[in-house]
């Protein structure tokens, strides 16, 4: 029976890719998710890999076999995420949404220049225009606000194309 389960290990400073490969490196499974995205880099459009969640990474092991110190001592990382100073596990349910998400991820179906509107929050019924995506879960929209256009970023799930 196979007993690894996921954890996630926080790493240092922008050292994601290095502890990365030093657990590919002893043999140890790891998961570090990364999305597209478009950033303005000097005033012109460029599409970057960005982490999904910056500063951390997954791994699968047996903590009954393998030593805690190994991946405190691995370069890059700093250690387990832990509770109740225990390392956390992440559900295999949760693990394999996240691998979905960053494969397939959400598409509205907008393109730039849509009309949408508002559904939930503090800009509910207000309408503008679609920009672009900002990552995976929010957008970047245009409202008209006292007839003055104003870029606001905001979750995919509070906008509907109108």
Known sequence: MDS???????????????AALNFS????????PTIEVIKLVRGKRAQKMEALFPG???????LLSLSASKVRNTI????FVMFAG????????????IKRLVIDPIDLGLQPGANIEINHGPYKGLT???LQYDGIARSMVLLNILNNETKIIIDNNDISEC
């Open 4 to 18: 690894k389960q996921w954890y996630l290990v926080q790493c240092k400073p922008r050292q994601e890719t290095k």
């Open 25 to 32: 490196n002893q043999g140890i499974e790891n998961y570090y």
């Open 56 to 62: 951390y990474i997954f791994v699968n092991l047996d």
């Open 76 to 79: 890059g990382a700093v250690g």
């Open 86 to 97: 225990k390392p956390q596990q992440v559900p295999l349910y949760l693990f394999n949404q």
């Open 128 to 130: 503008g225009r679609f």
